[in-house]
């Protein structure tokens, strides 16, 4: 069931909290997006943008914000790594979207295409090169060939509406 819907026009002096709000209600899972600069220094940045795009050829994007301090060494780097965080590994989401010297203390990690870092308990991780960057406002658009991937049983970590949740099966179903 849902209430009443409240529509909003999308003008010039409109709040764009009632947007960020109203996006929020597309429920999506979290990712840590891991790449490493030609001089070792490895990057880490939580992302809910991450989406599958095409099976053949293997495409997949995600969407970093240009503010983001990151950003110049994720477009340097050959590859990255796509991390889907199981709902145990919430901290690691936070971890990774707090600014810090050594994003990856206390976090166990193996070396993935172009020394991207995966992270040990993740549902699943993609290596990926980035095959286009599409400017889009206040993001960029990373479009990545899936070059190698693996995958795990376990729940997956939710995010709806600004808060962690875990995934249940439907009751109908
Ligand atoms: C659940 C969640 C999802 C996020 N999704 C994105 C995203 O898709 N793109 C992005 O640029 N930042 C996203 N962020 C914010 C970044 O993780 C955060 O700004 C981080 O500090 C960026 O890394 P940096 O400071 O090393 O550049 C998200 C944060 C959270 C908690």
Same mark, same amino acid.
């Given at each position: 069931?849902?209430?009443?819907? #409240?529509?909003?026009?999308?003008?010039?002096?409109?709040?764009?909290?009632?947007?960020? #709000?109203?996006? @929020?209600?597309?429920?999506?899972?979290?990712?840590?997006?891991?790449?490493? #600069?030609?001089?070792?220094?490895?990057?880490?940045?939580? =992302?809910?943008?991450?989406?599958?795009?095409?099976?053949?050829? *293997?495409?997949?994007? $995600?969407? *970093? %914000?240009?503010?983001?301090?990151? /950003?110049?060494?994720?477009? +340097?780097? #050959?590859?990255? =790594?796509?991390?889907?965080?199981?709902?145990? +590994?919430?901290? /690691?989401?936070? +971890?990774?979207?707090? *600014? =810090?010297?050594?994003?990856?203390?206390?976090?166990?990690?193996?070396?993935?295409? @172009?020394? %991207?870092?995966?992270?040990? @308990?993740?549902?699943?991780?993609?290596?990926?090169?980035?095959?286009? $960057?599409?400017?889009?406002?206040?993001?960029?658009?990373?479009?990545?060939?899936?070059?190698?991937?693996?995958?795990?049983?376990?729940?997956?970590?939710?995010?709806?509406?600004?808060?962690?949740?875990?995934?249940?099966?439907?009751?109908?179903?």
């Amino acid at each position: 069931m849902t209430s009443t819907l #409240t529509e909003h026009a999308v003008t010039r002096d409109f709040d764009p909290r009632e947007l960020r #709000t109203a996006l @929020g209600r597309y429920t999506t899972g979290v990712t840590v997006i891991t790449a490493s #600069t030609a001089g070792g220094h490895r990057i880490g940045v939580t =992302a809910n943008s991450f989406t599958s795009v095409s099976l053949e050829p *293997p495409l997949v994007a $995600w969407c *970093p %914000a240009k503010r983001a301090p990151s /950003l110049p060494d994720l477009a +340097q780097a #050959t590859h990255f =790594a796509v991390n889907v965080l199981a709902a145990e +590994q919430h901290r /690691l989401s936070t +971890q990774f979207a707090t *600014p =810090a010297p050594d994003k990856f203390d206390g976090v166990a990690t193996t070396e993935g295409l @172009g020394a %991207a870092p995966l992270i040990e @308990g993740a549902l699943a991780r993609f290596q990926c090169r980035p095959v286009r $960057w599409v400017d889009a406002g206040d993001h960029v658009i990373c479009i990545a060939e899936v070059e190698r991937f693996d995958t795990a049983d376990g729940d997956p970590l939710v995010f709806h509406g600004g808060a962690y949740h875990v995934a249940a099966p439907h009751p109908e179903f």
